[in-house]
């Protein structure tokens, strides 16, 4: 719940010490009684581990960078691609033209 509520870990263990009136509130109640005004419900609807988060967002970066691999090769095959049509459409139009012709030249 702490996590949900962007809380710094660091200040939760300082401000646990600093007493709010004459009886200050166990930390942890205190956390349920944050999360449930800002959220409208006594406690998050799962419960997911931070070793899990971290894994998760490992795996989600992981298979981004492939995606964007994938997609920069495929553009790679797509641009090689467009240049050997335009190649082949250029051979067409001038007959099969080598590098010794000089038709570009009349």
Do not use: C, W
Request: zero cysteines; aromatic letters at 4%; proline letters at 6%.
């Amino acid at each position: 719940m702490a996590r949900e509520l962007r809380m710094n870990p660091q200040r939760l263990a300082e401000s646990a010490g600093a007493a709010q009136g004459l009886t200050p509130t166990p930390l942890a109640q205190r956390i349920e009684n944050l999360y449930l005004r800002r959220f409208k419900k006594p406690q998050p609807d799962s419960i997911i581990p931070l070793r899990q988060m971290l894994h998760d967002a490992r795996v989600r970066e992981r298979d981004e960078a492939r995606e964007l691999r994938r997609r920069k090769h495929q553009a790679k095959i797509d641009h090689a691609e467009a240049a050997r049509v335009s190649m082949l459409t250029l051979r067409r139009l001038y007959g099969g033209l080598g590098s010794t012709d000089d038709a570009f030249m009349d």
